[in-house]
């Protein structure tokens, strides 16, 4: 029997109403506490609501992406993000849901890099190379938070010392969620380093637009951007350096097809991987947002279309979840394949490898990129 949800009920108050009707629905965002870290740091959540319902909730430890009740065709509102109930289970959370990973998402081989010549080691805590940024990630932080009720949207703030996580400069970021009028979750990152350093933050969400309980997502439907994808040597995950055609392989998403459809084809990569787990080479300039993917509930008639200036996507689909045991909000137990995420990002290991686009953040130039995921 399902369990009833433990997320916390947010409480309008008298203000927020009457502004409510002064501005056509325009509603304030809403912080409630959510618990406290072992250090004793109070953690909040903040839900924004748009004028249809919407809404997005965040939260200032790990810089989190909550919960996201987005609409379907027919307005019904529906939590597609996987997440937790509780603070305390996002501490050792494997499977990084909602968070924000940085300095650098993905994995770098070996955890080493080198940059004007020096040599820079990072912690090795998945197959002796480096995943999202070593067990000390900026999804285990303490983000200082700002709100803006007009937008509505929430901006967290960190600075990560140079020597952190192995990585040279002081990097001073700026994540900000903004929920818009026409159903859609922007988040901005922003960042500047004192020492040439490495700069790649994706967003770690699991959707399922059928519900983040409905179970397996392997019914609905996915187009992605990309005629290319980067090959993995082995099940470390690490690419080969190749740049490969999709073309006639079962990693093709260039036509939309139901993500379930090839995922068990006898193929390497996918036995490698135990399904997608593999960055694509989007086609794209690079230099401007556009949309890279559609994904799809036919089931519940939800659509949600990402849009992003990164250069790659790494397409996930769930296959450790049922494995790393997850009790999710409202008591579920989380499936494996029952969610899929979609991370805009360099390619994995870009440091190391000179024929892909590179990370590398120039001392104090501006780090920017932009992904939007928005439900039509």
């Given amino acids: 029997m399902m369990k009833k949800s433990l997320f916390p009920v947010f409480q309008k108050d008298n203000r927020s109403q009457a502004e409510g009707k002064r501005k056509e629905k325009k509603m304030s965002i809403e912080k409630k506490l959510f618990g406290k870290t072992a250090d004793g740091n109070e953690a909040f959540l903040y839900k924004m609501t748009n004028k249809n319902g919407m809404s997005a909730t965040v939260c200032d430890y790990g810089a989190l992406l909550v919960s996201l009740e987005a609409p379907n065709a027919d307005g019904e509102l529906e939590d ?9 289970q996002y501490f050792e959370s494997p499977c990084f849901f909602g968070a924000t990973i940085g300095r650098n998402g993905n994995r770098i081989a070996g955890g080493a890099f080198t940059i004007n010549g020096q040599k820079y080691q990072m912690p090795q805590n998945e197959n002796e190379n480096n ?5 000390d990630g900026y999804e285990k932080r303490m983000w200082e ?15 990560s010392p140079d020597g952190d996580q192995g990585m040279p400069g002081n990097f001073d970021i700026s994540v900000t969620y903004t929920l818009t009028e026409d159903n859609a979750i922007q988040i901005d990152y922003n960042g500047k380093s004192d020492k040439d350093t490495v700069a790649n933050l994706t967003n770690h969400s699991y959707f399922n637009l059928s519900g983040h309980a409905s179970g397996t997502a392997m019914n609905q439907t996915l ?19 190749e740049i490969a055609k999709v073309e006639g392989t079962p990693m093709d998403f260039t036509t ?7 995922i068990d084809a006898d193929f390497e990569q996918l036995k490698l991987t135990r399904g ?28 949600m279309e990402v849009y992003t200036d990164c250069v790659g996507v790494q397409f996930y689909s769930g296959n450790f979840i049922k494995e790393n ?28 490898q000179e024929n892909f686009v590179s990370p590398l953040l120039k001392a104090g130039e501006e780090y920017h990129t932009t992904t939007i995921y928005k439900f039509v």
């Fill in 223 to 241: 187009w992605i951007k990309a005629s290319s994808y980067n090959p993995v040597i082995d099940s470390k995950s690490i690419p080969t350096g």
């Fill in 131 to 135: 995943l999202h940024s070593g067990p």
């Fill in 256 to 262: 939309e097809k139901e993500i379930g459809k090839d």
């Fill in 80 to 88: 597609v993000v996987m997440g937790y109930d509780k603070l305390e």
């Fill in 145 to 159: 938070a700002s709100i803006n009720e007009d937008a509505p949207s929430v901006t967290f703030h960190i600075v």
């Fill in 325 to 352: 045991n997850q009790i999710g909000k409202g008591g579920v137990l989380y499936g494996e394949r029952s969610a899929i995420c979609l991370e805009t990002q360099f390619y994995p290991n870009a440091i190391n």
């Fill in 276 to 303: 997608y787990d593999h960055n694509y080479v989007l086609d794209v300039t690079g230099d401007k947002v556009e949309k890279i993917a559609v994904l799809k509930s036919p089931e519940k008639k939800r659509t």
